[in-house]
């Protein structure tokens, strides 16, 4: 079996880490050899870029920002992701360059072909085999992201910036939807457990 490469995303309160576990479990019930990463981060220099950019202390202009984020997913790249899948090792990241059109496209305003230049020059061809999209309304995310820890830099933006990113998901997703899974994640977990597993199920038959 050729080695996947499968992304999880979603804006921030859509229950990714909750989800994570479900697809650790599914990949271990069946024994399938799997490596879980995440961005920014996954390497030394990914997770330094990773304290910066979630600091809300840090002031970064738009293009630093994008630039630091491609900067983080190169090395991961690199490092990580393409020498696990030519060893047969399927890879699990917790968000991908989905995040980026989201979050500095749709939410900050980067112009699309600015990301996807950088997303041609550090990915070459490489792209997920599948995205699960994990979505939830606005108002389920600003009241899951009140009830957690102190809020990093993204987490603190106005209620306006997350309906621009949940938009360029969703917009993104509706375009390949051959690629992307959305799940609705405002929903029972035994429910959304059962909607991640059989999509997996299909993507592995």
Not at 168 to 187: F, T
């Amino acid at each position: 079996m050729k080695a996947r490469f499968i992304t999880l995303d979603g804006i921030d309160g859509a229950g990714k880490s909750t989800n994570l576990a479900v697809i650790k479990n599914w990949f271990e019930a069946r024994r399938l050899p799997v490596l879980f990463t995440r961005e920014p981060g996954g390497t030394p220099v990914g997770e330094a870029l990773r304290e910066i950019l979630l600091n809300p202390a840090t002031r970064a202009g738009l293009r630093t920002e994008t630039l630091m984020m491609f900067a983080a997913r190169c090395q991961h790249i690199e490092d990580v992701i393409l020498p696990a899948l030519q060893k047969g090792i399927h890879v699990v990241s917790d968000r991908f360059t989905d995040a980026t059109f989201a979050y500095q496209g749709g939410g900050r305003g980067v112009p699309q072909a600015d990301i996807e230049t950088l997303e041609n020059w550090v990915q070459g061809s490489l792209r997920p085999d599948l995205t699960i999209l994990l979505d939830v309304p606005l108002e389920v995310s600003m009241s899951r992201l009140a009830e957690t820890r102190e809020k990093d830099r993204f987490e603190q933006e106005a209620a306006d910036f997350f309906t621009r990113v949940r938009q360029s998901y969703l917009q993104r997703a509706a375009a390949a939807p051959h690629r992307y899974a959305v799940i609705d994640s405002n929903r029972a977990r035994s429910e959304v457990q059962a909607d991640i597993e059989a999509t997996l199920a299909g993507h592995f038959s």
